[in-house]
């Protein structure tokens, strides 16, 4: 059970990371078609912490778990 949880947890924050990562791109080829986003570079620097977030959560799991 314990490796089942440790599993889920790396693939959630594993799909947060492509979540996000993925709108970078998409801001990156596309940015004025993100009407809602005037300014692109914001943008970029919330999702790019929303990345540097889950990346911090697998570090802990693979470090300490």
């Not at 996000?20 to 990156?28: A, D, F, P, S």
Request: aromatic share 6%; hydrophobic share 35%.
């Amino acid at each position: 059970m314990r490796e089942e949880i440790l599993k889920s947890a790396k693939k959630h924050a594993e799909a947060h990371i492509d979540k996000h990562r993925m709108n970078v791109e998409v801001y990156l080829s596309n940015p004025v078609g993100i009407g809602e986003h005037s300014d692109i570079m914001e943008a970029i620097e919330t999702e790019l912490e929303e990345i540097a977030k889950y990346h911090d959560h697998l570090e802990v799991l693979n470090t300490y778990f």
